[in-house]
């Protein structure tokens, strides 16, 4: 067979082109929606792979390398597919004097992973946190779906982490 | 007058500078030491090597106040009033610091960098900071990787200056590189399969304070101490870009920007960067040849200048007439000794210009303010970058020339259709590509009864020439180019001419019996500027450093003379 070039498929859907594009009349220039356009596709795709980051230069005029820059300067947005939900524990000062970095490790023993990755069955991402900002909470975790935990010790946190498995809450229950 | 106090010293700030403290301190003649800023490119202030102490001066009272804390110089506004200290306890103890932070990660392999001996964080360790490491945690380890075919980066070296970033955004406007994650974890990279890709490229090796990108085209190949550095101008096309041709054993290795705000800032092109090889081709021609017959006999020159004349002088007296042919890669200098050698041999003589190559269009990159910056940007006055479609250095010179000593510029295509009725041609060639004449404009020269070429390379008219000599080429003759916006522009020889051959001009003064050889070129320059009207402006044969506008007066530029540390480090050679 001959090979013949196909056209690149596009990821970004038209809806989620158009969303992109309705907030450039917001901004001074369509490089500044990087930053929501990344927020964007996040939401969509629960992460942000190079083809995406491709999509959105193309549309915002400026180079794919401009889009990496910013999408790299955030450790908020991930290559591959998170969980079905995300969990930062956190190991700032206030929770790691309070154990969090013992209860990091715990939770990522119990579920056979390490910081930033992703169990087995896609259900749960553990990662760790610099500062969550709820140090009364200490030691604290958040949710990506917005559920607070903490203070935690081991039980708590083997409850919250049996939560979370459940599956993301949606935005008005919480 | 705005009057500026450095380390207790009062200068006046030139009329419409718009420095920051760098500038205006080397203005001054002292140095603040920075890696990150660059003159036209914007500030961001990361590297913080330049931090001084800054302070006012009250008009009114003559108090100083000082601001409590160290600032980056390239951020600071020089201004009246504005107080600088440059060289206090502060200061120095600081820049120790900062060298050491930048230092943390370094693999210290200065023995198989390149950059060693023209290094920025080899000098500034030597002058600012410590001689000791006293870092004992693991070290980051930083991947080396390609981001063009020609550029390699050593990410382990970087210190994360961002120069790199900002000029492919700033200038070539094409953004290829970005900083990818931050702090500890940064790096500089390319998007996947986008690699740096644009006709500036090469420019990111040069203004790399340290050995992170490298030119793979040199790489390994010499140790930067053992190059000579001539000023040359590029003659890859008409823009005239000032370059640093270094060379060293007889080679040309490679081919480095020189400032000049007037005509290429701080870049050069990749193809005039890597035209430095036609220097070293073989295909040079080694020597003097006669046709005897079909085959070409290499002879010295004075067997060959003395066959030359005697042929040439018969056939004048026989009234023959002559048709010569200047090529748009000859210096000033080399044309007009051409042209006047040839006026000199008798009065029915014609001359017009070789073919003046061109391709494509002329490429201006031309940056702003705005454009692709993404820092402070109220010290840099953009200048555009043509890269010129007219791939010849000094058509403008040649038909100066022309112009004196013949009916203006006749083009090639018109003198190829008069060779009938000149039985003897006579060609000045210089370009450094083989191939600059085609088959059946070859084909139409050798129709003359006598066809002697002066040439650089071996190319299809040598093939066929009655009296072929070998001359100087481009990076072995000294002298001047007209460029596109007539800035008269000198070049430095770099090597000496190869063995058995002669830089034209001496050639010249040989076969005309006119003058003793070795020929200064800035002699030749002075006569032409005596007789030919374009040239009036040139004084004595000299040309002044950033060149000499032969039209009208340039616009004075504050900073003109303001050569980037880390684009041409200056080494000492050993
Ligand atoms: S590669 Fe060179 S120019 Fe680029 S950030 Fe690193 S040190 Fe600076
Ligand atoms: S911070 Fe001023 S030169 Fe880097």
Redesign the pocket.
Known sequence: MTPTTLPTPRMIPDSLRQKIESYVPRYPNKKAVTLPALHMVHSHFRCVPYQAMKEIAEILEITPAEVADTMSFYGFFPQAPLGDVRVWICRSISCMLRGGDELLEHACKNLNIEPGQTTADGKLTVEFAECLGICDHAPAALSDDGRVFGPLDESSLQKMLDDLRKGPIPLEEL | MATIIIDGQSFELPEGAKFNAIQAAKHFGIDIPY??WHPALSVVANCRMCEIEVGTKDPATGEIKMLPRLVPGCQTPARDGTVLVTESAKVLEHRKNIMELLLINHPLDCPVCDQAGEC?LQDYSYEHGRAAHRFVEERNVKPKKEVSDLIV???D?????????R?TREIPGTAE?H?MRRGDHGE?AIFPDQPVDNPLAGN?VD???????LDKDFLHNQRVWFLSKHDGVCTGCSTGCNISVEENAGKVWRHKPRHNPYVNDYWICDEGRYGYKAANSPTLLGGNYVLEGKDHHGVPTDRFVKRLNETLTTRILDKQSVLGILSPYLSVEEAFAAAQWLASLTNRVELALGPVPVRGEDLTFAPDKTKGRSGDTSFIVPRPFTISAEKAPNRAGVEMMLDHFGKGAVPFEKALESVASHPIVIVFGGSPDESWIEADQVAALRKAEVLVLFDTTINPLADVADFVAGIASFAEKSGTYVNRDRRLQRFEAALPPREGVWPLLDLIAIVSGDGKAPIRSQEILKAAARVVPGLAKVEDGLVPELGLNLDSKDQPIPDAGFQDDWTLANVSTV
């Open positions: 890696y990150c920025g980066l050593n990410q070296r970087c210190i994360m200056c961002t120069r790199c970033v000029f590189l900083v500089i990111v203004l790399c304070p340290v050995g992170a990108l």
